[in-house]
């Protein structure tokens, strides 16, 4: 099916635990963006990517790590998931950058780290 | 970075006309643009604009000459418009020539019936 998807949609680990986050799109678009949102915090930019092979931090990486070998995949990995991460995930992409260019939005994944 | 404000949150009553107002430093030649977040979902983009009045089948926006603030005006709302609203501008093009943009906390509207 064409659009957005990202894998899993909850998950549930443990503090100190590596997790990868999944993010697939199938239109092409040259950017793409990883948020978390937590409660009275709207959403806060993760990581986002111009294209493959290009990747830049946003307001909140410490403690992530992205990658993009190919356009459609966009994988946002916590190396040692901590509390402070629990929190609900969004893949993003767009077919340029700036805010005249759409976002489209995944539907998201909850993570809960014990 | 290109910063917003806008209120926290608002409540209306159904069959009104609601207006949210944005503030923003524009330090780009950028669109002004919208969004529509619901509960459990991601958000999705509404309207969309550069200056002067734009109007599609869900919303009006409404942006002066200095382009320092938009006004997002939803018609008539419903209770199913009941949701979180973000503005957004997009922020200045890093060193590589990429722009990403900030979102935000949004306003809460909050429909009563």
């Known amino acids: 099916d064409a659009g957005i998807t990202q894998s899993p949609r909850y998950k549930i680990t443990e503090t100190g635990r590596q997790v990868t986050l999944m993010c697939h799109q199938t239109w092409s678009h040259s950017y793409m963006f990883w948020y978390r949102q937590d409660l009275g915090h709207g959403l806060r930019l993760i990581y986002y990517?111009?294209?493959?092979?290009?990747?830049d931090k946003g307001e909140v990486p410490d403690g992530y790590v992205v990658s993009r070998s190919k356009t459609e995949n966009f994988p946002l990995t916590l190396e040692s998931a901590t509390r402070s991460q629990t929190s609900v995930y969004f893949c993003?992409?767009?077919?340029?950058?700036?805010?005249?260019?759409?976002?489209?939005f995944g539907p998201g994944t909850r993570l809960t780290v014990l | 970075l290109a910063k917003t404000t806008q209120p926290i949150s608002m409540d209306s009553y159904e069959g009104q006309e609601v207006n949210i107002t944005c503030s923003h430093n524009i330090a780009t030649n950028d669109y002004i643009t919208w969004y529509q977040q619901f509960p459990s979902q991601g958000p999705r983009f509404i309207i969309q604009?550069?200056?002067t009045k734009v109007t599609n089948e869900v919303a009006s926006l409404f942006i002066p000459a200095d382009r320092k603030s938009s006004t997002l005006s939803l018609p008539r709302v419903s209770l199913s418009d009941t949701a979180v609203y973000y503005c957004l501008v997009g922020d200045p093009m890093n060193s590589g020539g990429y722009q990403k943009v900030t979102f935000g906390t949004g306003t809460k509207l909050q429909v009563i019936p």
């Open positions: 604009g550069y200056k």
């Open positions: 993003a992409s767009s077919a340029g950058g700036g805010s005249y260019n759409e976002q489209f």
């Open positions: 990517s111009a294209a493959a092979d290009i990747t």
